[in-house]
């Protein structure tokens, strides 16, 4: 089975500073998708960036990059010039590619605070 | 193009009572996902649907049932609620190797 790990339960950030939110994961499969989503007070989650892990090149959304490392099983979230509205809890999460109707796998969640 | 929706959006049920959430998409999409979230353990996985007649177990499926008559519908029941299933409920579906598409939510309270 999948696990999806976030070592940090909270973070804070200047605005217009950088913050990087870390994610772990464990998994035999080879073949597999990693999701950012975002959930801000209104709580709909949104999804912020996706990477295939046959892919070597790092995803990247305007402001948001990752930086994925197959080999660690290491996928971190990167979020550039951050704003007010950045203000959120972040899930990472897993999906397995090998079969049509599995589903995500997350983390516990990373709450992120954006200071004036 | 409505996404997928969730009715109702809030609720509040005494121990004991009965409930059905209704999702609704209407993207096509094959498989659903019901998922509750509750404070510092992301989201889990309760049921979930591969196609119109079908339902599986997830990680926490005790105390839930679900129905899949029409596909464009996943229905959450609770037979009898208990104060532990106090949650958010998110629906989400998609199709096959694609990302998920969550509903907004639906915040159940049971006293």
């Known amino acids: 089975a999948q696990t999806v790990t976030q070592s940090q339960p909270e973070m804070s950030v200047q605005e217009a500073e950088t913050v990087t939110l870390s994610c772990t994961y464990d998994t035999s499969e080879n073949n597999y998708y990693l999701f950012w989503y975002k959930q801000p007070p209104s709580r709909q989650m949104i999804l912020v960036i996706r990477?295939?892990?046959?892919?070597?090149q790092n995803a990247t959304e305007n402001r948001f990059s990752v930086n994925f490392q197959k080999a660690a099983k290491s996928f971190s979230l990167k979020i550039s010039d951050s704003q007010l509205g950045d203000t959120a809890m972040y899930f990472c999460a897993f999906m397995n590619r090998n079969s049509g109707n599995t589903p995500l796998v997350f983390g516990k969640g990373t709450r992120l605070s954006v200071i004036a | 193009n409505a996404g997928v929706t969730q009715t109702p959006k809030f609720r509040v049920l005494k121990t004991g009572q009965s409930m059905t959430l209704l999702c609704a998409q209407d993207m096509n999409h094959e498989y659903m996902y019901w998922y509750r979230q509750d404070p510092g353990m992301g989201l889990r996985l309760i049921h979930y649907s591969v196609g119109e007649g079908t339902t599986a177990k997830g990680e926490v499926p005790d105390g839930y049932n679900v129905s899949r008559l029409k596909k464009q519908n996943f229905l959450l029941g609770l037979e009898s609620a208990a104060p532990s299933q106090t949650s958010v409920y998110f629906c989400?579906?998609?199709?096959?190797?694609?990302?998920?598409?969550f509903g907004p939510g639906t915040r159940l309270t049971v006293l």
């Open positions: 989400a579906s998609k199709t096959s190797f694609d990302e998920q598409f």
């Open positions: 990477q295939e892990a046959y892919k070597q």
